[in-house]
């Protein structure tokens, strides 16, 4: 599952559900200021470009 999140922070379920070993990392979580897959924890200070056409459709292809 990929989730595109406006918000700086993860919310309590997405929270959640990235903190459950049985279900991280079967979901990408693209946030505004961070990146959550498995044990992987990529945040940022400023906002991150995700949104965009090409950027989105290169996270669909398969592109981290």
């Known amino acids: 599952m990929v989730v595109f999140w406006s918000d ?6 997405l929270k959640n559900w990235h903190d459950d070993a049985a279900v991280r ?6 946030g505004k200021r961070g990146f959550w897959h498995g044990d992987t ?24």
């Open 41 to 64: 924890v990529d945040l940022a200070t400023a906002d991150l470009p995700w949104w965009k056409f090409e950027n989105i459709t290169r996270l669909l292809g398969g592109e981290r």
């Open 8 to 13: 700086d922070t993860l919310d309590l379920t």
């Open 25 to 30: 990392d079967q979901v990408l979580i693209y």
